[in-house]
């Protein structure tokens, strides 16, 4: 392998049913601002069916090329399927850093790409920076994220990482951006296609997605049960885009669905404004929340760890505080 | 039918604490426990066996901890310290070349590191289909059905005999393990394999055979905490709405 052969940033820009995932957007967000430091070109490669149309929307939003590989064989994600199409782009197009959401499609196709290819992954980064040297250093927590390690991939190509979904931001689109559209297309052996989708089953269980939520209402230990947190969607109901969110014990408890826990075994999550009402704030919680942009903790322990990443915090029972809150915000938010 | 299952000894990650002082992880006195995913694992292969009469082996880098098996492995040698996920993946990948097997489980993620990675990559290493996130197997004449947890619901996959699975620790609860099982696996005869013992390129072991290599680790800079205010609820509820009308989030 020639390092110098390897140029450009390449990003997995991966579509369900033909939908790009906003993951693969806030990839390009940061791919946008390594290429510009290695002044490099930030290519999208999309795999899919009928999906050409989707390849201005990449540009739109930072791609400077983008190599879409249209085949009916790669309408649904399989592994060995997308694992061929990506290792032959790989091969042609030679990437220096390849990225990937750390979706269950990213986290089941990375590893088995890096394993064809010889080469480094690094997973859940939190962090992507470009060293003098213009090596990719990827930082990501271990140990349940109670450390943080930097980790680099200086002798093999591609550098691969994965970035979960919400760690990193889009940039604003841009509909007059221009880009290269390539169409690729690979050459299968079909003999290793050994795993078929017999059903793709949606579970419509009002599923929500906190991620988006500008406004999350979060609870913890200190709600306790079902009752308690009524009084926290009440709270939420009371601004626009709010939902409710929680810490893993509540979710273990079966009172919140997995799909509303926030933290290391669950979302990692940015909202404008986060409430961390009677959450004591285990480092794997705070590790999926505490790039929120203000947070208020609410918490009868004054020694509860929640306080350290807190930008208000108030040392109350939150059952006397959040219905009184909602009151009284509704209040001022009626009057404007 | 022959099941391996690959496990992993983790320290609990729930009990390591920062020595505030020097920054650094707080190791003594942590308990290592088996991998939960990894339970969840060993849990459908002993169901496997419970149906069909497969013959279960376990295989781990570190000292095994389950029952009820009917073979133990334990890879370990100085060769294979200082391994990333891919040299990891090659070593067992070496050392499953000589086993027999149907199916090779394993946990989805270990916790201490979270990545994913190592089972995927040594079906790779062994060229087998793998089917990641698995919350139910069903078996049929050499050809495997599995229930995947996907973000949106699930997957029904169709899969051949031999194949990696990935296990998630909600798959099975896992049986009760016998004070008396547990005795007896301290009896039971671990095998110790080392490098020179499995099929592997020793270039391709250990920190040598690791692209990936950690440049420094470091715990996380505390955030400067904001004001903390021990208040009644009405104070607290008109100290919260003048912050958020200060921050034009009202």
């Known amino acids: 392998m020639e390092k110098s052969d390897y140029k450009n940033v390449f990003v997995f820009a991966e579509q369900r049913d033909g939908v790009i995932q906003s993951v693969a957007l806030e990839l390009l967000g940061k791919a946008h601002e390594l290429a510009g430091v290695l002044n490099e070109k930030v290519v999208a490669v999309l795999p899919g069916h009928n999906i050409t149309r989707h390849a201005q929307m990449l540009i739109e939003y930072g791609a400077d090329e983008v190599i879409c590989i249209d085949e009916p064989e790669l309408k649904d994600y399989l592994t060995e399927q997308y694992a061929q199409t990506i290792c032959q782009v790989v091969d042609k197009f030679k990437p220096s850093i390849l990225m990937i959401g750390a979706t269950t499609i990213g986290r089941d196709l990375g590893p088995r790409l890096a394993a064809r290819l010889t080469t480094g992954l690094t997973a859940d980064c939190t ?45 604003q689109r841009d509909p007059e ?12 052996d079909k003999s290793k296609f050994l795993v078929r989708l017999v059903e793709n089953v949606k579970v419509d269980k009002g599923k929500v997605d906190i991620t988006d939520a500008k406004v999350l209402v979060s609870g913890g230990r200190g709600v306790g049960c079902k009752e308690g947190f009524e009084k926290l969607q009440a709270l939420a109901d009371v601004f626009p885009n709010a939902e409710v969110s929680s810490s893993r014990a509540m979710v273990d408890a079966g009172i919140i669905d997995h799909d509303r826990q926030v933290g290391q075994t669950g979302k990692t999550v940015r909202p404008d404004l986060y409430f961390a009402l009677g959450i004591s ?4 919680h705070l590790a999926g929340m505490e790039e929120s942009d203000f947070i208020i903790a609410v918490n009868k322990d004054k ?12 040392v109350c029972d939150l059952n006397k505080v959040v219905p009184l809150l909602t009151t009284r915000l509704a209040a001022e938010i009626e009057k404007k | 039918m022959n099941i391996v299952v690959c496990i992993k000894q983790v320290p609990n990650t729930n009990e390591i604490k920062i020595n505030p002082e020097t920054g650094t992880l707080i190791r003594d006195g942590v308990p290592s426990i088996m991998n939960p995913d990894d339970k969840g694992g060993l849990e459908m292969a002993l169901r496997l066996k419970d149906q069909y009469g497969a013959n279960v082996t376990v295989i781990t880098m570190g000292p095994p901890q389950a029952d009820i098996t009917d073979r133990a492995i334990l890879l370990t040698d100085r060769k294979f310290a200082g391994a990333d996920t891919l040299a990891t993946s090659y070593a067992l990948a070496g050392a499953l070349k000589s086993l027999d097997y149907d199916f090779i489980i394993a946990g989805r993620q270990a916790i201490d590191g979270d990545t994913a990675q190592v089972a995927p990559e040594m079906a790779e290493h062994l060229g087998l289909p793998q089917v990641s996130y698995v919350i139910d197997l069903k078996y049929n004449n050499g050809l495997c059905t599995v229930k995947k947890e996907t973000e949106e619901g699930y997957q029904i996959l169709e899969v051949p005999a031999p194949c990696v699975l990935t296990v998630l620790a909600t798959a099975n609860q896992p049986r009760y393990m016998r004070v008396k099982g547990i005795m ?33 680790s470091f715990t996380k800079p505390q955030k400067s905490p904001g004001q903390v205010y021990e208040v009644d609820a009405e104070e607290a509820v008109g100290i919260i709405i003048s912050k958020l009308k200060e921050k034009f989030i009202i």
């Not at chain 2, 013992?197 to 391709?204: N, S, Y």
């Open chain 1, 127 to 171: 962090r992507l920076e470009i060293s003098e040297e213009g090596e990719l250093m990827m930082t990501r927590p271990a140990f349940g994220g109670n450390l943080m390690a930097t980790i680099m991939c200086t002798e093999h190509r591609p550098q691969m990482s994965t970035v979960r979904p919400g760690v990193m931001q889009k940039m």
């Open chain 1, 177 to 188: 951006r221009k880009g290269n559209v390539i169409n690729f297309k690979p050459e299968f």
């Open chain 1, 281 to 284: 704030g285990a480092i794997q």
């Open chain 1, 303 to 314: 020694f509860a760890p929640i306080f350290s990443v807190a930008d208000l915090g108030i």
């Open chain 2, 184 to 216: 007896e696996a301290f009896d039971k005869d671990v095998e110790i394999w080392t490098a020179d013992q499995i099929d592997v390129d020793p270039a391709r072991l250990g920190l040598k055979g690791s692209p990936t290599r950690v440049k420094k």
